[in-house]
């Protein structure tokens, strides 16, 4: 479903993040990781600030295409890891329906699965999550988004 058919938009700034990252920390921070799974793409930035926050410098991925800009398509497993998450930190930016939640569920049954935002349907399959999203929202993250020139009011005005 295209970001136009969403009810609400939600956008994180690059400081929002950052603190809702420390906030999950603030939990996490008397654990003890082997390492960091990171799901790619959109795990491996709040991962590397978790990584910084807990010290942690072992860090590896699991490569899933899950979404294609806007539309959320096929699964595909582009990169797994030879474990089964004892012992690690498995970090996502959002659980969202929970497709790719359970594919990596599944391949790390017993990492904990942390994620920064989580929706209704997807909630259930994470081990702790920092703030809730409603599944009709979609959220527009800081890497998503760049800087643009915002022309003057007074300018606008004139045409």
Not at 29 to 35: L, N, Q
Not at 40 to 49: Q, S, V
């Amino acid at each position: 479903m295209s970001s136009e058919h969403y009810q609400q938009h939600f956008i994180v700034s690059w400081d929002q993040l950052h603190r809702d990252v420390r906030r999950l920390c603030h939990q996490l921070v008397e654990r003890d990781f082997k390492g960091i799974v990171a799901i790619t793409r959109g795990g491996l930035i709040p991962a590397a600030l978790i990584a910084r926050e807990l010290n942690v410098r072992l860090i590896d991925t699991v490569c899933i295409k899950s979404y294609d800009h806007q539309e959320q398509g096929s699964l595909e497993v582009l990169k797994g890891v030879e474990h089964d998450g004892e012992g690690w930190l498995l970090v996502d930016d959002l659980v969202d329906t929970g497709k790719t939640a359970r594919a990596v569920r599944e391949m790390l049954p017993k990492a904990h699965f942390v994620t920064i935002y989580a929706k209704p349907d997807g909630r259930p399959l994470v081990d702790q999550y920092v703030t809730e999203v409603a599944q009709q929202c979609w959220i527009q993250f800081p890497w998503d988004m760049g800087v643009t020139y915002v022309e003057p009011l007074v300018e606008q005005a004139k045409r």
